[in-house]
Nanobody, 115 residues
Framework: QVQLVESGGGLVQAGGSLRLSCAAS????????MGWFRQAPGKQRELVAI???????NYVDSVKGRFTISMDNAKNTVYLQMNSLKPEDTAVYYC?????????WGQGTQVTVSS
């Protein structure tokens, strides 16, 4: 059974930093992509950052230069280093793992940035 375990969310002041982690287990095929999405109240879920097994990355414009995604292939773990956080970054952050044609989701972790 596939499990994604997220950690690292919390409450931080504007300008602060947080590091999210997501460890995937129970996956027997090669992971193609790992990424982070977020959903703020009243808004649609949006892609924040994604990384391929080969190391290619993509970010939503609003986080470029502030967030960094990385992946430990050996541990099937993805990280999101979030710096210079802004109140508009407040959302539930979801880990996503792409394996073949299937996407798996974590349970979500709350990130709250106070002004």
């Amino acid at each position: 059974q596939v499990q994604l375990v997220e950690s690292g969310g919390g409450l931080v002041q504007a300008g602060g930093s947080l590091r999210l982690s997501c460890a995937a287990s129970g996956i027997i095929f090669t992971i193609n992509t790992m990424g982070w999405f977020r959903q703020a109240p009243g808004k649609q879920r949006e892609l924040v950052a994604i990384i391929t097994r080969g190391g290619s990355t993509n970010y939503v414009d609003s986080v470029k230069g502030r967030f960094t995604i990385s992946m430990d292939n050996a541990k099937n773990t993805v990280y999101l280093q979030m710096n210079s956080l802004k109140p508009e970054d407040t959302a539930v952050y979801y880990c996503n793992v792409g394996v073949r044609s299937t996407n798996y989701w974590g349970q979500g972790t709350q990130v709250t940035v106070s002004s």
